[in-house]
């Protein structure tokens, strides 16, 4: 089974790039601060994909429809 991850890219307050992808203990967000970050400045650990988001949205101002699922995301 396929692990799920979905990204947000964008100009946000603090984040230019959010990764959210599940794992057997809950949701890692990992968060990039800019668009040239290599790697991810800050990475947390939530129970599920909607505390993700809701604290996405409010800390960043990432609305709900920037998510895509990397299934349907292409580089």
Not at 32 to 58: G, N, P, R, V
């Amino acid at each position: 089974m396929k692990s799920r991850t979905e990204i947000a890219e964008g100009e946000w307050q603090g984040a230019a790039k959010v990764v959210l992808q599940a794992a057997p203990e809950g949701v890692y967000m990992y968060v990039y601060k800019t668009a040239s970050s290599s790697y991810a400045e800050e990475d947390h650990l939530q129970d599920t994909f909607d505390i993700c988001k809701e604290i996405c949205t409010e800390r960043f101002q990432i609305p709900a429809d920037a998510w895509v699922d990397t299934k349907e995301y292409e580089q």
